[in-house]
């Protein structure tokens, strides 16, 4: 696998009157092709600002930005704005022109780029069949749900069929439900078309769900890199352990012999759905017993966890499983 960004050193400054304030510092990041590589932090911390250099939309103050082995700050600007079409944005607040219809949204980017008119439409037409709204052409943006702007967004992002997808904060503004079934479509993008995707949040179930590797950003440097399994199941810096564990290390303990025996009888092997638990609930687990098995696409078997002492978790947990449709039972003496 190639690296297809590179950042090097990179920092950027902001003048304040007669002071500048450092939004990143000593930035180095490599993002491998084809990967769904994940940056993360809070509030304030320099993601949305280090997105954004990635295509040099924001011109770094020092440092160098790599796209393709290609350093984008010394390119003309014609050369640059060639290099941007194969470096696409997604946005939280969709950014969709209000007064065009959803295919005309969509066949935006393919005008500024000159495409024939029934190259565009045909294009066009087949991106809103890969995000599932080929039944919503003529419609306006005013007329769609907020997960259906956000596809449109993502249809219109992929027009001019770009080697990277920068999505910034692209979930944060839908509901629960809707923000797994875009990155659901955003999984599917990348294994069909082999795009990498950047993903920009402030939520770990964002990076959990999606992700192959994960940056941790926070005063305006990288705390911690490497596989989000790997930092979700341990981070070694204090950024990352308050992302992870929001509420504070936990001192859990696993007295009681109360287990939870879970059956997979025939959902999606590729929904999360012990890692979505432990996130949406906040609850710490103990994996003891699992026999499951991907058959095409479907999980089959079961999984018995125990919990702490605590009885509130027992009831959340016990409860966020049943409300899933999941089939579950309380089992004793199972440790």
Same mark, same amino acid.
């Given at each position: 696998? *190639? ?13 304040? $009157? ?61 050369? +640059?704005?060639?290099?941007?079409? *194969? ?5 939280? /607040? #969709?950014?969709? +022109?209000? /007064? ?38 003529? @419609?306006?943006?005013?007329? +769609?749900?907020?997960?259906?702007? /956000? ?37 599917? &993008?990348? /294994?069909?078309?082999? &795009?990498?995707? @950047? ?54 303990? #696993? ?17 999360? @759905?012990?890692?979505?638990?432990? +996130? ?14 991907? &058959?095409? $696409? ?19 947990? #016990? ?15 199972? @440790?």
């Amino acid at each position: 696998m *190639s690296t297809i960004l590179r950042l090097e050193h990179l920092k950027k400054d902001y003048a304040v $009157g007669k002071d500048s304030i450092t939004a990143l510092s000593d930035i180095n990041l490599e993002i491998e092709s084809g990967e769904i590589f994940g940056i993360i932090g809070a509030s304030g911390a320099g993601k949305s600002t280090l997105v954004r250099c990635l295509n040099l939309l924001e011109k770094p103050t020092e440092g160098h930005v790599y796209f393709e082995d290609r350093d984008l700050a010394k390119l003309s600007t014609k050369e +640059l704005n060639v290099a941007r079409q *194969s470096i696409s944005m997604i946005f939280q /607040q #969709f950014n969709l +022109l209000m /007064q065009r219809n959803v295919l005309k949204n969509v066949m935006f980017p393919m005008e500024i780029a000159k495409v024939p008119r029934e190259e565009r439409k045909k294009r066009a037409m087949e991106l809103l069949e890969l995000v599932g709204l080929s039944d919503k052409a003529k @419609v306006y943006p005013a007329q +769609l749900s907020g997960g259906q702007k /956000q596809r449109v967004a993502i249809a219109r992002a992929l027009a001019n069929n770009p080697k990277v997808l920068l999505c910034d904060e692209a979930t944060s503004a839908l509901d629960p439900t809707t923000t797994r079934e875009v990155l659901e479509l955003l999984k599917d &993008i990348n /294994q069909k078309l082999g &795009i990498t995707i @950047v993903i920009i949040t402030h939520e770990m179930m964002v990076i959990e769900s999606i992700c192959n590797r994960v940056a941790i950003i926070a005063d305006s440097r990288i705390a911690e890199i490497g596989p989000v399994r790997e930092i979700f199941a341990k981070p070694s810096t204090q950024a990352g352990r308050k992302l992870v564990y929001p509420d504070g290390d936990r001192d859990v303990h #696993f007295g009681n012999r109360r287990c939870i025996r879970i059956v997979f009888d025939g959902r999606s092997s590729f929904e999360p @759905v012990i890692a979505n638990m432990i +996130l949406d609930c906040k609850v710490p687990v103990n994996i003891i017993y699992a026999n499951s098995k991907n &058959i095409n $696409g479907t999980a089959t078997g079961e999984m018995v966890i125990q919990l702490s002492e605590d009885e509130k978790d027992y009831e959340k947990v #016990f409860a966020y499983l049943k409300a899933r449709n999941l089939t579950v039972e309380e089992v004793r003496d199972y @440790v």
